[in-house]
T-cell receptor, first 112, second 112 residues
Framework: DTGVSQDPRHKITKRGQNVTFRCDPISEHNRLYWYRQTLGQGPEFLTYFQNEAQLEKSRLLSDRFSAERPKGSFSTLEIQRTEQGDSAMYLC??????????FGPGTRLTVT | DQQVKQNSPSLSVQEGRISILNCDYTNSMFDYFLWYKKYPAEGPTFLISISSIKDKNEDGRFTVFLNKSAKHLSLHIVPSQPGDSAVYFCAASAGAGNMLTFGGGTRLMVKP
């Protein structure tokens, strides 16, 4: 069991650029979640998948954000036309259809 | 509206003493509660959880208490150790596999 992995760990980008993050969940977990955390706050839910189906999206997920999980394994989160307000830690978690979710190390995004 | 609140942003405790971290919630649909621990530059690590049908769950030095009528839960760490110094997040879920709603966190500092 290698845990949840995320790539890259850090990303610095200029405002207006597109960025894509990847998450590899724990292999037997069929649920995958994306959260965003800003300084001094708790993680905030963005979206989640059961297998390849995207079941719920937060209103925080503007139309510049898109997430996919094409084969029910890894997932990608893309942010188009980044803004400074997108600077945050993006966390991925996975779960075996139960309550406990297991988090990856996160991708820290800095938009300059 | 914040459905999960941790009203103490920080707590300082002497090594060997008890640490008590508190959490309040407002949503009556929450049926499961979790505590996560987070070190800087890492993702949250699952610590302990409790179902709404219980009022106490214990795991080694960690005990979580739930008071449903008061919509309040607490995490007790006994005895506290310097390695426990981290940010602790309370989270709640309304249904297995659903999103987690997090509090803002409490930074615990355990002094040697």
């Amino acid at each position: 069991d290698t845990g949840v992995s995320q790539d890259p760990r850090h990303k610095i980008t200029k405002r207006g650029q597109n960025v894509t993050f990847r998450c590899d969940p724990i292999s037997e977990h069929n649920r995958l979640y994306w959260y965003r955390q800003t300084l001094g706050q708790g993680p905030e839910f963005l979206t989640y998948f059961q297998n390849e189906a995207q079941l719920e999206k937060s209103r925080l997920l503007s139309d510049r954000f898109s997430a996919e999980r094409p084969k029910g394994s890894f997932s990608t989160l893309e942010i188009q036309r980044t803004e400074q307000g997108d600077s945050a830690m993006y966390l991925c978690a996975s779960s075996p259809d139960w309550y406990e979710q297991y988090f990856g190390p996160g991708t820290r995004l800095t938009v300059t | 509206d914040q459905q999960v609140k941790q009203n103490s942003p920080s707590l300082s405790v002497q090594e060997g003493r008890i640490s008590i971290l508190n959490c309040d919630y407002t949503n009556s649909m929450f049926d499961y509660f979790l505590w996560y621990k987070k070190y800087p530059a890492e993702g949250p690590t699952f610590l302990i959880s409790i179902s709404s049908i219980k009022d106490k769950n214990e795991d080694g030095r960690f005990t979580v208490f739930l008071n449903k009528s008061a919509k309040h839960l607490s995490l007790h760490i006994v005895p506290s150790q310097p390695g426990d110094s981290a940010v602790y997040f309370c989270a709640a879920s309304a249904g297995a596999g659903n999103m987690l709603t997090f509090g803002g966190g409490t930074r615990l500092m355990v002094k040697p």
